[in-house]
């Protein structure tokens, strides 16, 4: 599964872009959550240099310091050394295209890797993505060269899922939920994750540790990510908002083992009573 190393942190081809990513990326949301540019400037530039090269972001996170933080942390030569993504909640032309411009300015950069619809989560959203402009504008994006692929992300229902891989448009990738608990309830696993293999769409694995709620099953942290590790994600988006945070899933990256069937099967059996009524998965349920 794996092929190039950075850094001794393995890569994952990411679909059909033929981009290699580690397979450890940081999250975006995080980024922000502190309101410390000077922390989020550490904490971006120490994964770049340790090899890290996936960094997640979105036009929503913290009211856009997420992305003013990583545009201040990427100057320096530090952009060129990434693939930066981040996610749009524009379903019109109108709002797709306020947000781009916004997160272009925000990131500091005239070029975004890989942008992402984000959040379908709501009944309808696919039909307004296509009906009222917003995908078009995407297209019309990337000819421009402002972005070169393109995506969609969310966390609560597979089937709104379903309805956007049915769209007549080839995405470059998908993200949704990649964890232990997610096997047992509306299972991105078992329903999405088949058609993205089948369809060379590249997945972002994210939600690892169920938002710190699946170590209320007795799983440690670096159990989760290394069951998250073993499916087949080109990379796991992780939440990191401290040095020691961010360490620690570089060194998990770094000595990475895939689970054995037996080992993947005895971590599924050890949840799976707190995970059939996704009491746990909030970000399903909530």
Request: a neutral charge; aromatic letters at 8%.
């Amino acid at each position: 599964m794996e092929g190039k190393y950075i850094n001794k942190i393995p890569t994952r081809v990411l679909g059909r872009t033929g981009v290699n990513v580690t397979i450890i990326g940081v999250g975006g949301y995080h980024i922000g959550k502190a309101r410390d540019p000077q922390l989020a400037l550490r904490i971006i530039r120490m994964a770049i240099d340790e090899g890290v090269n996936f960094l997640d972001n979105a036009w929503c996170y913290n009211d856009g310091e997420s992305e003013r933080f990583m545009g201040s942390a990427l100057k320096d030569g530090y952009r060129e050394r990434v693939f930066l993504m981040t996610k749009n909640h524009g379903r019109d032309a109108a709002t797709f295209r306020r947000q781009l411009d916004e997160s272009l300015s925000r990131l500091q950069t005239d070029h975004i890797d890989l942008l992402q619809f984000h959040e379908i989560i709501h009944e309808g959203e696919p039909e307004k993505i296509f009906s009222q402009g917003a995908i078009e504008e995407a297209v019309k994006a990337r000819e421009e060269g402002k972005i070169s692929y393109i995506g969609f992300t969310g966390h609560r229902w597979p089937q709104l899922f379903k309805e956007m891989l049915d769209k007549d448009f080839d995405w470059d990738t998908v993200q949704m939920p990649i964890n232990l608990l997610d096997y047992h309830y509306r299972s991105f696993t078992k329903e999405i994750l088949p058609i993205l293999i089948k369809r060379k769409i590249g997945v972002i694995g994210m939600k690892s540790l169920a938002s710190n709620q699946i170590l209320k099953t007795g799983i440690s942290a670096d159990e989760a990510i290394t069951y998250s590790l073993s499916m087949p994600v080109a990379t796991l988006v992780s939440g990191m908002d401290s040095i020691e945070v961010l360490k620690k899933n570089i060194e998990t990256a770094r000595r990475w083992q895939p689970l054995t069937e037996k080992k993947r099967n005895q971590m599924l059996d050890k949840v799976s009573e707190y995970a059939k009524d996704g009491h746990l998965e909030r970000y399903k349920t909530g």
